[in-house]
């Protein structure tokens, strides 16, 4: 087949896919498949924390609580978080959607985190494992159902709709509790697996589903007909229109991101602010364990174990609305003021619950407020703030620079939490890291109030900072 066949059915192909766009169904059966999506995405990307402890112990053959557990899980904890280097040809698999085209790569993001749940699953080694988890790393991020619903939602429900997606997904997450309920028997640590099986079930059903139901999205079908359409003399203009604009943007993100945030006063708050949160969110990695901690040193039961759980994933999800309205309405500097010490109280709350007898729905209740208030507040900053803080020309570029900064924190907090496990023992995970992190917040948070000004009602296209 030539290349001028090839065209042809690529035309047809997008030609159809823009007659589904005003089909009166097509509109609602594409925000279910993407909210399952979602809960694929979500479900991924939490599987492996709630049954962190059974996991080390089933492939280490050991006892949660002892030396060899701890060592265990701190190599292994360090291992998996070399495993993010993986993010490094992450921008480049992405950029290929602007080639490809969205629906390709939610189809294969989707069924990818199967495939990583699946050989987690059937892994008997460590080696097969963190194969498995470097899968999961690599496609659990690249939410291209984020991407379908700005492109292909009315513009005045797109954020809503994204809110929407987004708390149900989380909600979902309380289903991994319930599974563990239902299916791990500590006594047989190898029943972690069967956690595992009712997600990668939906990942490829859904998967599977997206290649009948999923069509590509209007952005990018008009955009991709416009140039098929064109003679050769248009299409050699916007190939290089195309090139102008990847190069500029290339020699923005290598010469000017970087110097831009660090030669500006707000900028280099937002950055400082960033980098503390971002190893300010540890615990998050650690929350199964420390649950763990708890039920080993007699503070709860199994049962108590799972209600914090099942119960917690709710509570995120409410909360992490409530958090998206706030910052609308109150400003970005108040509502950072008042997740933060959501997070802050939440952790604290949450890691007592984990010391001392405490009402298990209390606890999950903590943990629920504390995730929200910390995941809305770091969304704030790498993108509300720094976009609201950013010249239109290099506003991607310093965003995705400022990613880029909460990735060293995130990495750093993994190393600490690994380091910490091994010297400090699983048993006093809840005390040392609540130690460690609590500070770290309430300074963030300082920094925030002195040094970083309230951007809600800037003018994105005339940004002037300090």
């Known amino acids: 087949m030539n290349n001028n066949e090839k065209e042809k059915r690529e035309i047809a192909r997008l030609e159809k896919a823009k007659s589904f766009h005003n089909h009166k169904h097509y509109f609602l059966i594409l925000i279910i498949v993407l909210s399952i999506v979602y809960i694929v995405d979500e479900l991924a990307s939490s599987v492996r924390g709630v049954v962190e402890t059974q996991t080390i112990c089933d492939l280490f053959n050991t006892t949660f609580g002892t030396t060899e557990y701890n060592n265990a899980s701190g190599t292994l904890g360090l291992v998996t978080t070399a495993a993010y280097l993986i993010y490094l040809i992450s921008p480049l698999y992405k950029s290929l959607a602007d080639k490809y085209g969205r629906r390709l790569f ?28 470097v899968i999961l790393t690599f496609f659990t991020p690249n939410d291209m159902q984020v991407i379908y619903i700005m492109e292909c939602a009315p513009k005045k429900h797109r954020a809503k709709l994204c809110a929407i997606t987004k708390g149900l997904a989380l909600i979902s997450v309380s289903l991994l509790g319930l599974f563990v309920k239902l299916f791990v028997n500590d006594a047989i640590p190898s029943t972690w697996r069967n956690v595992f099986i009712i997600p990668i079930i939906l990942a490829f059903v859904i998967g599977i589903a997206a290649i ?34 990847r190069q500029e943007e290339n020699s923005i993100s290598v010469r000017g991101a970087f110097k831009y945030i660090f ?15 971002a190893f300010s969110t540890g615990y998050t990695g650690k929350y199964q364990p420390m ?15 799972n209600i914090i759980l099942m119960f917690y994933p709710v509570i995120n999800g409410i909360f992490t609305m409530i958090g998206g309205f706030l910052t609308d309405s109150l400003g970005r500097k108040k509502s950072a003021l008042i997740l ?14 984990c010391i001392r007898p405490l009402n ?7 943990y629920g407020v504390s995730i929200a208030g910390l995941w809305s507040i770091s969304d704030m900053i790498y ?25 060293v924190g995130t990495g750093l907090n993994m ?13 006093n995970l809840p005390a040392v890291l609540t130690v460690a992190y609590l500070p770290l917040m309430a300074i963030a948070l300082i920094i925030m109030m002195i040094s970083i000004e309230e951007t809600k009602d800037v003018d994105l296209e005339n940004v002037r900072v300090k």
């Open 106 to 133: 939610l189809i294969i993001n989707t069924i990818g985190m199967g495939v990583g749940m699946l050989v987690c699953i059937i892994s008997k080694s460590v080696v097969v494992y963190i194969l498995g988890c």
């Open 212 to 245: 009948y139901f999923v069509r590509e999205t209007p952005v990018f079908t008009e955009k991709r007909l416009q140039y098929l359409k064109a003679d050769e003399q248009e299409r050699k203009a916007i190939e290089k229109a195309d090139l102008d604009a």
């Open 263 to 277: 030669s500006h006063k707000q900028t280099r708050a937002i950055a400082i602010v960033a980098l503390i949160m």
């Open 291 to 305: 649950i763990q901690a708890g039920v080993a040193n007699g503070v709860m039961n199994i049962d108590a174990s």
């Open 340 to 353: 933060g010490l959501w997070a802050a109280l939440g952790l604290a709350v949450f890691a007592y619950g």
């Open 360 to 366: 298990p729905y209390i606890t999950g209740f903590a």
């Open 383 to 407: 993108f509300v703030i720094t976009s609201e803080s950013t010249p239109t020309q290099i506003r991607a570029s310093v965003v995705g620079t400022m990613q880029l900064v909460g990735m």
């Open 415 to 427: 190393v600490y939490n690994n380091v910490v496990t091994m010297i400090a023992g699983s048993l």
